[in-house]
């Protein structure tokens, strides 16, 4: 059987990361695509020296030139600019639409049969760009937010109850942006929901309430301390995940920015809810039953989506 080929759009800090971690895991072989000359080249050739270490045979190549993503089973989309201090990641949206618009031409004209993850921000508006601009089906194309925020909560309710963070299950809806909704009555610690499991353990709900609260602010939080830049290693991770449960039909749910039309009350937004990735792409979403808190909370993070993509939609046409 041939090996499969992941198209990386973007080798910058998550792209170079990403075709590390594909390497690594032996998930087929690797184009890093980048418009900067020689960069993704670079990083193809350096990266491709640590097989003999790590024992790897993926052939890993560095690319200007869209013909070289033929045919890839899989693209993940970094491509654009990543936030500085100070700035909202709705401040990159001028930008990165322009990137997405010839990102998605890209993949429309050579790998139009492929999975595509998107992780470039504005995450929510940016995934519907890439759709529209690459014209692939909507179960084709997927933002990968919910992972790594979800990820960010259990890292952080790990640390409070000092315990494993294979037994923390976290859940997180809703857009990636500050109004993400962390959700609590589906967040368990193997199993014991985490309220009951805090009150077992004397942890006020207050101090819950400030781990839901520093998870929204997480990615703010690493690019305050990076000073250049913004994560890196956990959003590669996230994105590989979902990678995975497409090339091996894993029917894996996990918290995706998918297409919802008529789930949750919504009509054709992308954003982040818990889906089935598998062969067939995002082959479901999931609607669980909310509290009325969590359900208000879920629209004030569509609203934003829905907002931000209305801008995105103005600037569209001036892209036509
Ligand atoms: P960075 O290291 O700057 O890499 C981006 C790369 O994109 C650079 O190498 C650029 O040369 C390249 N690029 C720019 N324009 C184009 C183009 N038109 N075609 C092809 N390549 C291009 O950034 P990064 O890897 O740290 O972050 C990439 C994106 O991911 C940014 O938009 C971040 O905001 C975003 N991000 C999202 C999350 C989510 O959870 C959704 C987390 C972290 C970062």
Redesign the pocket.
Known sequence: MARKKIAL???????GTLAHLAAKKEMGDIVL????EG?PQGKALDLSQCGPIEGFDAKITGSNDYADIAGADVVIV??????KPGMS?DD?LGI?L??MK??GEGIKNNCPDAFVIC???P?DA?VWALREFSGLPHNKVV???GV??SARFATFLAWEFDCSVKDVNAFVLGG?GDTMVPVTSYTTINGIPVNDYAKIKGVSESRIDEIVDRTRKG?GEIVGLLGN????YA?AT?AIAMAEAYLGDQKRILPCASYVEGKYGLDGLYVGVPTVIGAGGTEEVIEIELSDEEKSNLKVSTDAVEELLEACKGLDEGLK
């Open positions: 759009i973007g080798s910058g800090m998550i792209g695509f980048d418009i900067a960069m970094t491509a654009g600019v990543p936030r990641r990159l990165n322009k990137v010839s990102v992780i470039t921000n995450l940016m933002g990968m937010a790594l925020d990636h990615g830049g913004s994560a890196y959003p996230s």
